[in-house]
């Protein structure tokens, strides 16, 4: 079983890592096109809005919902009744969602006040910066139908998923990224207005995604007539678990709108820098979180319908030392490194040094979070599995809560460095609270050799950071580098850094097999 998932996962992980990379080119070419000033805070709030929505109808919420339904239904064995579950799952959520997308299009302006309050008070007020207000509803019209695109992509990915095939949906988002990419390269630049062009190419993105996936449904079998079936039994047991799930799922997203607000009041370039450090984030989310907890949730489901709780224990177990092992290290690697990568990455065009100095400040405060943001993605599907959405939903209330105070307390001495610390903060909250409802219910308890485990790569961890720490030039030095020399050594001290991690592993006794199995030992 653990082979098996650890093949899907690395599946996962190579795809996702490709759509990652790509990722870190589209954020490339925006730095190097928009910079970090009014336009660049204005495209990323845009974006965030839809994204926001995605998280609550396509690959957040119903997303956890609907997996679980559907292993149930494809578990016995009958096509027809799959099928008649798709056409009922789409028709009902493809009306939901166009109402919204409509709504969305026609209520940017509102969208744009609620969510932007301090760019709608400035222009309310005549002050400057009310500019930013009335780009943001502009965008935003073009970028919103995003949302009707990604959420059937999403519902198709899901299919795929339970079905084994990872590897499509995690590709998928690559065809984006390579939108955005070839304008922000090639066409932005030669148009009246940069960032109207990159909205465009978002909606495009979305779309392109989304015919993607129909050769394949259409191969499968899946590519059914939506039909609206709001009382069909399979869509009610979905929307069920979906309602409470919203909120659950939302929490993170939620923390980063509500961020997003506030930084509207700070001066420009508080969002760019919040969403350049947020990106190098969703690096190690997107690509080892996302992947384990993409495996591991069908894997879960099963365990569940086949009454098999201690195969179900370990494999949360694997999911979590999965995150160990991978976590740690990207944790420590970009708050060592966080200049150095920001510098080697995004420093050319309108991107200068003040903003590589800002960003970094912004990513050590938020990347402290990691390991509890990757913990909290694995751990939410073993009550999801068990298709218990509102125990999720009572401790992202409790995350929710604490981000504000952390943000009422830090936000007036550090800025938006007091931002990207709360969002870590409440993300330790969240993940600490889905770990010890697991355990008090008896879902999962980790075994000794995981804790082992974990004080073992905690080793191999700080060893990597003292050698980077130690190894890496002042900021001064990256700096008087040049592009492809920056490039190089920070491409030669990420290899001392994975080779002085896996050698200290090896030294503190981690062996191949203890990826392979998720028994103890």
């Given amino acids: ?17 490709a759509s990652r990379i790509l990722g870190l080119v ?32 396509a690959d957040g919420a119903f997303n956890q919902a609907f997996v679980p339904v559907m292993t149930e239904y494809k578990a016995k064995g009958d096509k027809a009744a799959v099928r008649e579950l798709l056409a009922a799952a789409a028709g009902t959520l493809g009306a939901i969602i166009t109402v919204v997308t409509v709504l969305g299009v026609l209520g940017s302006t509102v969208l744009s006040a609620l969510f932007g309050w301090g760019w709608f008070m400035s222009w309310w007020h005549g002050e400057p910066g009310g500019e930013k207000f009335e780009l943001a509803s502009l965008i935003l019209k073009i970028t919103f139908p995003y949302l009707w695109f990604v959420t059937f992509t999403a519902m198709s990915g899901a299919i795929l998923n339970t079905y084994g095939r990872f590897g499509i949906s995690s590709f998928t988002p690559t065809l984006l990224n390579i939108a955005l990419i070839v ?38 079998g899946f590519l059914v007539k939506p039909k609206w079936a709001w009382n069909h039994p399979g869509v009610v047991k979905i929307r069920t678990l979906m309602l409470p799930a919203i909120f659950g799922v939302s929490v993170s997203q939620i923390n980063l709108i509500f961020n997003t607000m506030l930084a509207s009041f700070l001066s420009t370039g508080a969002i760019s820098y919040l969403y350049y450090s947020d990106r190098l984030l969703e690096f190690p989310l997107g690509m080892f979180a996302v992947a ?35 976590g740690l ?15 080697a990455l995004f420093m050319r065009g309108h991107f200068g040094v003040h903003e590589v100095s800002m960003a970094g400040a912004s990513l050590l405060a938020s990347s402290c979070g990691i390991l509890s943001l990757m913990l909290a993605r694995v751990l939410a599907p073993g ?39 709360s969002t870590a903060l409440s993300g330790t909250v969240n993940a600490i609270s889905l770990f010890q409802g697991l355990y008090r219910r008896g879902i999962y ?25 130690w190894l890496k030039a002042p900021l001064e030095q990256w700096i008087a580098w040049s592009q492809w020399s920056s490039v190089w050594e920070l491409t030669k001290l990420l290899v001392i850094g994975v080779a002085t991690y896996i050698l200290t ?17």
């Fill in 292 to 326: 384990i907890s993409t495996v591991i949730l069908p894997a879960l489901s099963k365990r569940h319908v086949d009454a098999a709780p201690e195969l179900f224990n370990q494999t949360m177990d694997w999911g979590v030392r999965m995150v160990m092992f991978l």
């Fill in 329 to 343: 290290p990207a944790m420590a690697g970009l708050m060592v490194l966080r200049e150095p990568i920001l510098r």
């Fill in 505 to 521: 592993m090896f030294t503190v006794g981690i062996r191949i097999h203890h990826f392979k199995t998720v028994t103890e030992g």
């Fill in 445 to 469: 308890t980790p075994g000794r050799s995981t804790l082992i485990f974990f004080i073992r790569m905690l080793v191999a961890t700080l060893a990597m950071a003292a050698v980077l720490e």
């Fill in 183 to 220: 304008t922000a390269w090639w066409i932005a630049p030669y148009t009246d207005d940069p960032v109207i062009a990159l909205a465009v190419a978002t909606f495009a993105g979305g779309l392109i995604q989304l015919l993607y996936q129909i050769p394949y449904m259409w191969q499968m």
């Fill in 1 to 17: 079983m653990s082979k098996k998932l650890l093949k899907s996962g690395l599946i996962v992980t190579f795809a996702t890592f």
């Fill in 383 to 421: 009550f999801h599995a068990k298709q218990d959405t509102k125990t999720p939903v009572r401790y992202g209330v409790h995350s929710m809560i604490s981000n504000m105070v952390f943000n009422a307390i830090l936000i007036y001495p550090l800025g938006y460095i007091g931002l990207a610390l």
């Fill in 26 to 57: 589209r954020d490339i070419a925006i730095a190097h096109l928009l910079g970090a000033g009014v336009a660049s805070d204005v495209f990323f709030f845009a974006n965030r809005i839809p994204n926001f929505m995605r998280r609550l109808f």
